[in-house]
């Protein structure tokens, strides 16, 4: 529940209670604070069942924490077999060679004859281009403006 609060800032809640509520009533507001919290949490639970019950036995692995987008998006992702089989015939690497294989014009097939790669009139990618030539610039009248 409180798993960021660190050491400084737990010092600093317990002294902040001694200050405001006093030594001798600290542990009257402790306890109140920890039935509030298991009163709670008995309601959550108790609710919990009731939607359970309600919703009837086709329901009966539902889970709360399934309603969380990203429990759901996870849990759907693992249990869809089209999704796994996608996943263990896509070979990135293989993918990944024969793209940077193409783009260095490497032939790692047969291919389509009328592709500018196949007939040799591919432009060199690796070739700086030239500069464009540069216009005239008009001169700055700083009276014209």
Do not use: C, H, Y
């Not at 001798?24 to 008995?42: C, E, M, N, T, Y």
């Amino acid at each position: 529940m409180f798993n960021d609060i660190g050491a400084l800032e737990l010092v600093t809640i317990v002294v902040l209670a001694i200050l405001i509520f006093g030594p001798d009533k600290l542990p009257k507001v402790i306890q109140d604070v920890a039935g509030f919290i298991r009163k709670i949490r008995a309601f959550s639970d108790s609710a919990k069942q009731d939607i359970r019950s309600e919703l009837g036995p086709e329901f009966k692995d539902f889970e709360f924490e399934d309603l969380n987008p990203k429990t759901f998006i996870r849990k759907q992702l693992t249990e869809n077999e089209d999704l796994q089989e996608l996943r263990t015939s896509f070979d990135l690497r293989k993918e990944l060679n024969e793209v940077t294989d193409a783009v260095n014009s490497r032939d790692t097939g047969p291919a389509p004859s009328a592709s500018p790669v196949a007939a040799g009139t591919a432009p060199d990618l690796l070739k700086k281009p030239a500069a464009p030539a540069q216009e005239p610039r008009t001169p700055f009248d700083a009276d014209a403006t």
